[in-house]
Nanobody
Framework: QVQLVESGGGSVQAGGSLRLSCAAS????????TGWFRQAPGKEREFVAA????????YYADSVQGRFTISRDNAKNTVYLQMYELKPEDTAVYYC?????????????????????WGQGTQVTVSS
């Protein structure tokens, strides 16, 4: 079992930055891929970024490519999402997820169903 707890959300103005953290419990966390997803009001949960178990491969949604950076520190059982140049459309609840992604191609890492464990979410609000 893996438990995930997100933190670092908040309210910022457009153009600002935030860093989200996802602290994991469980001895097997370092063997899992980890992703960030977000859900805005009235919309479906969508992929934001993912990192493989070692941190050597990262994947991003087109909408955040170049503005967000995902990283992980397996020694600390923590995954981060550094967000720069935030836009009002980035406003959402951000969720951390971990799972044994079935394949190695990008498409696997973007699928919600590949992730077995989810955090409770942290709110990010970007005002114009």
């Amino acid at each position: 079992q893996v438990q995930l707890v997100e933190s670092g959300g908040g309210s910022v103005q457009a153009g600002g930055s935030l860093r989200l953290s996802c602290a994991a419990s469980g001895r097997t966390f370092s063997s899992y891929a980890t992703g960030w997803f977000r859900q805005a009001p009235g919309k479906e949960r969508e992929f934001v970024a993912a990192v493989n178990w070692s941190g050597g491969r990262t994947y991003y949604a087109d909408s955040v490519q170049g503005r967000f950076t995902i990283s992980r520190d397996n020694a600390k059982n923590t995954v981060y999402l550094q967000m720069y140049e935030l836009k009002p459309e980035d406003t959402a609840v951000y969720y951390c997820a971990a799972g044994s992604v079935a394949g190695s191609s990008r498409s696997y890492f973007t699928r919600l169903g590949e992730y077995n464990y989810w955090g409770q979410g942290t709110q990010v609000t970007v005002s114009s």
